[in-house]
Each structure stands twice: as C-alpha cells, then as structure tokens.
C-alpha cells in the first residue's frame, strides 16, 4: 500500500527555522516525484515546487523559488521542505503528494500525505 | 486567485445529485486533463478522477468527471452524509506545473 506520512503540526516564531518531512512508503521512492503543496488558511491549493529522489532533480513553482527549499534523502525514502526563516504569511496546511509517472507526461498526482500544519506567531 | 475557478459551496440532500463545475483556459484545461480530488478534514486528499472522467478503484461510481474546452465538472450522484467534504479541480499548466481550484465546500443537508 502506498503511503506518504508526514511530520506533525508546528508551531513557530517569526524568524525561526523549520524542516518538515514526508516519509514514502508501499513503492520505490526513487522512481516518483513528489510534489509539495500549500493551503493557507480558507484557501485553495498552490504547487510550490517539485524533487525527483533518485537524483534530487528539484523544480520551483516561479512563485516560491528562494523562498523555501526541496530536498530529499533516498536512503529513508524521505522528503523535506524547509524554510530558513519564517514568516507569519507561512501559516497554512503543508501536504507532500506523489506523481503518478515521468513528468514529461504530466501524470496526476496520485497519493497524498496527511498535511502538516504549520502554524507561526509571535 | 486560483487559476482554476469553482464555486465556493455546493449543497443537496442524500440522494440528490450534485454537480461542481471548473473552469480554466486554454493552458491547461483546454489541452490536458482534468483531475479531482476530495479533501476530509484530518485526512490525507483523495484522488477522485483522472484524466477527465477516470476512476481509480474504489472510487464509488457515484462519482463521474466530464470536461468540454476549458471547462470541467464533477457530478455525485445519489449523494451521501459522508460526501461532505472539499472538492478541487486540478490541471497541468503551460508553465510545466499543477494548477488547481480554489475548492468547492460540498454541504450535505
């Protein structure tokens, strides 16, 4: 079974650091991309931005480039996403999805975390 | 501003049939497909339909995709209490990425 398992809910300060992960599960993590998404609070959804774990080829939406980074570590099927310093507009549900096939045929995304929460004020 | 435009609320009651509708442009809806997807609170986003009018297994067949140009819809029939949920359109985009719906909030009376 296909499983992508994110950390839990984070509470920070304006200014503070902040990682984030989604643990694959159920399929081989090198082969999927997986795509970080956003929903802020009564918002819709937004793509930020999208890594390749077999080779850490790593995209950003126009949008969030230089404002947050995508990495991964293969060796425990995790991804991440992560801020250097937080902002109070970074208060919104994180989830990590799956694509479902090469990029190149814009497959749809097919499994999703359960969101993480992030949550920051002074 | 989401790319894609949906109603903000839908509503019915069990055994009604509902339809949400998604409309884009010619960048994405027009020229590729159109997914959807359900959002319960707590739990992680469930995929609904794929390209257009797909289900994937275990997707009740109460629910069905159309798309016609750069506009979309997701029609439940026969609708249920735990239907109740949030509902996003998605397509690719030119810009080579995802874009969605703002989301539709699907009340059921």
């Known amino acids: 079974e296909v499983q992508l398992v994110q950390s839990g809910a984070e509470v920070k300060k304006p200014g503070e650091s902040l990682k984030i992960s989604c643990k694959g599960s159920g399929y081989k993590f090198t082969n999927y991309w997986i795509v970080w998404v956003r929903q802020m609070p009564g918002k819709g959804l937004e793509w930020m931005g999208i890594i390749y774990p077999g080779d850490s080829d790593t995209r950003y939406s126009p949008s969030f480039q230089g404002q947050v980074t995508i990495s991964a570590d293969k060796s425990i099927s995790t991804a991440y996403l992560q801020w250097s310093s937080l902002k109070a507009s970074d208060t919104a549900m994180y989830y990590c999805?799956?694509?479902?096939?090469?990029?190149?045929?814009?497959?749809?995304?097919?499994?999703w975390g359960q969101g993480t929460l992030v949550t920051v004020s002074s | 501003q989401s790319v894609l435009t949906q109603p903000p609320s839908a509503s019915g009651t069990p055994g009604q049939r509902v339809t949400i509708s998604c409309s884009g442009s010619s960048s994405n809806i027009g020229h590729d497909f159109v997914y959807w997807y359900q959002l319960l609170p707590g739990t992680a986003p469930r995929l609904l339909v794929y390209r257009n009018n797909q289900r994937p297994s275990g997707v009740p067949d109460r629910f069905s995709g159309s798309k016609s140009g750069t506009s979309a819809s997701l029609t439940i029939s026969g609708l249920r209490s735990e239907d109740e949920a949030d509902y996003y359109c998605a397509a690719w985009d030119d810009s080579l990425y995802v874009v969605f719906g703002g989301g539709t909030k699907l009340t059921v009376l």
């Open positions: 999805a799956r694509l479902d096939g090469p990029m190149a045929t814009r497959p749809p995304i097919d499994y």
